[in-house]
């Protein structure tokens, strides 16, 4: 076969030596009826690489949409077309290469119902515009995917097309919006024959410089330091199924800052993970909810009891906040018969804090133990969009510290026709040696889920049991143990054109929870909700929950099984979201919750606005606010240092973040982005409440305690910049440049306007930091390929 040439031109010796893709069916609007606009697939491969190329006619080929974004934006205000490659056939798990009318790739991995939208793979594509509309030829090397060995495969395949201006999507193998999963609504490639999966060693190093400056203005220390760093990335094809990805020496610099929170929650804030390695290709791991990537590389084990160490005369001079990161292995893949397999490793070094006494001499504190991070899945996919899965996460610490496992079963089976589902699982958590007097420490989870997944009615029951012992926090993520929730739920939705709307979903919900031990009730809700999608494409929604009774919160006081009683409420909130493809463009939400005993109310909104200068600039601006009156919740007592203080605090909690988004796409290949973000939380006390055993609580007069000053308010602002260039000059390979700008300002004088507020923020020390860093892809099969020319 002679390869076709990625020109954005069709040539018909080429590319009509096969019979094209056609008949497309929309998916929305209007679900089932045939494609507004003619379009034709052609499929075509070689030793090497699948070669996709696609004529979509437009009967204005004038008013196509090519607004530029960064690569894997997805859909953006432009045209777009899209291949779904099922490479095993087994309608669960695809590769998705999706390419815009303005030249901008997006690559997608499903696995399940879930998409990887971080995964990266190396492939190449060109489109181009011409009186009929306009065509895109794509080239997927099969070192970008993997495939069964056989000498004749079947795979599942779908094309998808996006015409903007009119918001349709279509598909050429009709995927029906009333049946639950996607991939297994797709075609069937068939006959492709003596295709082999390439050596897949590729490598991609890299190097990067940093300069900070902080003014720590510290005798002795300058406000500057500088780094040099390199390292390399590792992708290698074991076979043709598995492949083993490694970072060595990590540099994760350049992630995008956290949004960082006043927490006044009994519970942990759960960040994204923006670190590329742990968030590509992952999928297999995070299946059963038991890894949580953050773990690795984060906060030192005893980092908030380092003061703590100290002996007399000694002052903490370092303590870092990040636990430092050696390296990270990851073996993923799926055999033939639908068996995926996983294992992940990183290993975190030995951090210490520095002490300094008067006399100058310094010594270290370990805060955190040299760690081993593992996890091991087993998922095997079965008929009828099913699965089992076995997880196993391990954390092994040195320095005689606690160790900690997690083992978990997860199971979903679905009938023939994919309209009844059932999902189960059960986990059991391991703690060695964390506990004195335990040598093991065992606890466990369990849940069922039984659903109706199809079809305009909808519903679902679910048992959900978590013992007052069970605890992943080593590796995965939970904020609360010790629950027994039972909910139910019904839907009906309507996916076809109604009245104004052309779609419309409904909710109603009901939800019990108890405690595991002792099994004492903690409060049961009742709420519904209601979106449309209108047909100009405004969508909006509205939300409604009562709790009609008390409900027993045990973990707001920090002193189980202190119980803290909260009466009756109820809330109500509603948004909408207008058409995208206007250049002016917002979402707006309001909400507002109220309980009566204590005269409660919070009340929040959001407005965001987005405006698109042109095909290359777009602005987001987001501004939220609420005003939390009257908020009852756990103080601690300065005069009880580490102790529960039995005292809760009335305060008034007003919350404002603004952020402000824009990006300037140069090209394809080129842009500028901007991510700004404020958040200025302040809690004002107004009184204190004396907590009583029953879980009531009454008023604290100036008579009962005359030094209730002693409970200070809180001003609190974070306040973040990351301005991002990236230029992809080649295939795979990168230029990043960054300036990252970071403030927290924490104090007990609250201002009361928010530019006072906001000028007060802008002079606090502040944290600049400039990096460049340079990766370059290289492809073991590439240089073979020029060696041997």
Do not use: C
């Amino acid at each position: 076969m002679q390869a076709p040439v990625l020109d954005g031109v069709l040539e018909p010796e080429v590319w009509q030596t096969v019979v094209p893709a056609t008949n497309f069916v929309r998916y929305e609007p209007h679900n089932g009826k045939p494609s507004s606009q003619k379009t034709e697939v052609y499929m075509l491969y070689d030793n090497d690489a699948i070669y996709i190329g696609a004529q979509l006619y437009d009967t204005a080929p004038d008013s196509i949409l090519t607004q530029l974004g960064e690569r894997d934006s997805g859909e953006n205000n432009s045209d777009m077309f899209g291949v779904y490659l099922d490479t095993y056939n087994d309608k669960q798990n695809a590769f998705a290469f999706l390419v815009s009318a303005a030249g901008v790739q997006t690559d997608i991995k499903i696995s399940q119902g879930s998409e990887d939208r971080n995964w990266d793979a190396v492939w190449a594509s060109n489109v181009k515009r011409n009186e009929q509309g306009w065509v895109v030829e794509m080239r997927i090397p099969y070192g970008a995917i993997r495939f069964p060995k056989a000498a004749v495969q079947t795979w599942g395949i779908n094309y998808m097309r996006i015409i903007r201006r009119t918001r349709e999507k279509s598909y050429w193998n009709h995927v029906d919006n009333s049946v639950s999963g996607f991939v297994n609504q797709e075609g069937r490639a068939i006959g492709i024959e003596s295709i082999k999966s390439p050596v897949r060693l590729q490598f991609t190093p890299y190097v990067s410089g940093y300069v900070n400056h902080y003014p720590s203005n510290l005798e002795g220390k300058s406000n500057y330091s500088h780094s040099i760093n390199g390292g390399m990335d590792v992708k290698y094809g074991i076979n043709d199924a598995f492949t083993l990805d490694v970072t060595l020496i990590p540099d994760f610099g350049q992630a995008q800052s956290d949004n960082q929170v006043l927490n006044l929650s009994p519970f942990e804030v759960k960040f994204s993970e923006n670190r590329q390695f742990f968030t590509e290709g992952t999928e297999l791991f995070n299946k059963a909810g038991l890894f949580y990537s953050r773990r690795i590389g984060g906060t030192p084990l005893l980092y908030s009891k380092a003061r703590n160490q100290l002996t007399a005369g000694e002052t903490l001079e370092e303590n870092p906040s990040v636990s430092s990161l050696v390296n990270a292995a990851k073996v993923s893949g799926r055999t033939r018969k639908g068996l995926g397999i996983g294992i992940f490793n990183a290993l975190t070094r030995n951090m210490f804090a520095t002490a300094k006494n008067e006399e100058g001499e310094t010594r270290e504190i370990l805060t955190d133990p040299f760690t081993n991070y593992n996890v091991f899945v087993l998922d095997q996919t079965l008929r009828n969009n099913s699965f089992v899965t076995f997880t196993n996460t391990n954390v092994t610490r040195s320095q005689s510290f606690y160790d900690a496992n997690v083992s978990g079963i997860q199971l979903r089976f679905a009938d023939k026709t994919n309209t009844y589902a059932v999902r189960a699982g059960g986990n059991v958590s391991q703690l060695f040696g964390k506990f004195e007097g335990e040598d093991v420490t065992l606890g466990h989870q369990y849940n069922i889920n039984l659903a109706k997944v199809s079809g305009n009615f909808k519903y679902n029951l679910n048992h959900s049991v978590e013992s007052d012992k069970y605890d992943i926090n080593d590796l995965g993520f939970i904020r609360n143990n010790n629950e027994v929730s039972t909910s139910a739920q019904v839907n009906y939705n309507f996916y076809q054109p109604i009245w104004k709307f052309l779609s419309w979903n409904n909710r109603l919900n009901v939800n019990h929870s108890m405690l595991y031990a002792p099994r004492e009730f903690i409060s049961m809700n009742i709420g519904g909700g209601h979106s449309v999608k209108f047909r100009s494409f405004t969508s909006a929604h509205f939300n409604w929950s009562v709790r009609p009774g008390n409900a027993y919160d045990y973990f707001e006081a920090r002193n189980f099984p202190q119980v803290v009683i909260k009466p009756p409420a109820f809330e109500a909130s509603g948004g909408i979201s207008t058409d995208y493809r206007k250049r002016l463009a917002f979402d707006a939400s309001l909400g507002h919750w109220e309980s009566n005993k204590y005269n409660q109310s919070n009340w929040w909104g959001s407005f965001n606005p987005r405006f698109r200068v042109n095909d290359k600039l777009l602005l987001v601006n987001g501004n939220n606010y609420s005003i939390n009156k009257h908020s009852i919740g756990y103080i601690s007592d300065p005069n009880l240092p580490g102790k529960p203080s039995n005292i809760l605090a009335d305060r008034d909690v007003v919350t404002i973040t603004t952020t402000l988004s824009g990006a300037y796409i140069f090209n394809e290949r080129t842009g500028l982005t901007l991510n700004m973000r404020h958040y200025w939380s302040k809690a004002e006390n107004n009184w204190l409440y004396a907590l009583q055993k029953d879980g009531d609580i009454t008023r604290i007069t100036e008579e009962q305690d005359p030094n209730q000053s002693r409970f200070k308010d809180i001003n609190y602002n974070a306040f973040n910049i990351d301005l991002v260039y990236s230029w992809r000059f080649a295939p795979g390979s990168e230029l990043r440049v960054v300036w990252k700008n970071a403030i927290q300002e924490r104090s007990n004088t609250v201002s009361p306007l928010y530019f006072d507020n906001l000028s007060r923020t802008i002079q606090a020390p502040q944290n600049n930091n400039f990096s460049v860093k340079l990766l370059y892809f290289i492809d073991y099969i590439a240089i073979k390929n020029v060696l041997s020319a």
